[in-house]
């Protein structure tokens, strides 16, 4: 008797240990973050301009709360004292704290005066560094929050007609998290 419980003990652990199993388990997350968005808080104005009926030229504007601008050497624009409303663009992006994000700027842009126009071109903004010259990176602060400034050069003709121009379509500024 001692040999067929013997037996059937050694046969019973072995079946035990034969059908072991081991198990884990996982969870599954997805994060939902804030989305970008960018509004615009100034418009651009490259205020009070005088042009030669020789030579035109082309005026900078920029990219900062300071607006300043500078106009070609050697052209025939100049920047009366009186300068009139001055101003770089200026746009406040928010989304998630921390997070990087692309800006797409125009090519180019044209203000008009009935049926005269100039062009704005070489768009930049205020985050423009050594590795990124037209400053189109940036990145939100702990709160989720950047503001920016764009400048440009604006084109003028040679005895551009006098009048105001202004954008007839206004230019886009766009952000996309990276």
């Known amino acids: 008797m001692k040999k067929i419980f013997l037996a059937a003990l050694v046969c019973s652990s072995a079946a035990t240990s034969a059908s072991a199993q081991a198990l884990a388990t996982a969870t599954a997350t997805a994060t939902i973050i804030t989305p970008i968005s960018i509004a615009k808080t100034a418009d651009m104005n490259f205020g009070n301009l005088a042009v030669s009926a020789l030579a035109g030229g082309t005026v900078t504007l920029e990219a900062s ?15 009366p004292s009186t300068t009139g409303t001055v101003s770089a663009a200026q746009f406040d992006v928010t989304g ?10 125009p090519l180019s842009a044209t203000l008009t005066s009935g049926a005269n126009a ?43 007609a006098p009048g105001v121009y202004v954008t007839g379509t206004p230019f886009f500024v766009s952000v996309n998290y990276n």
Do not use: C, H, K, W
Not at 96 to 105: M, Q, R, S
Not at 143 to 159: E, I, K
């Open 96 to 105: 998630t704290a921390n997070f990087t994000y692309d800006i797409g700027l």
């Open 118 to 160: 100039m062009t704005i071109e070489n768009f930049v903004t205020s985050l423009a560094t050594v590795g990124n010259p037209a400053g189109t990176a940036g990145t939100l602060d702990g709160s989720g929050q950047q503001s920016f400034y764009v400048g440009a050069d604006l084109l003028v003709d040679a005895a551009q």
């Open 65 to 79: 709360a300071a607006a300043t601008r500078t106009a070609s050497l050697g052209g025939g624009v100049s920047l």
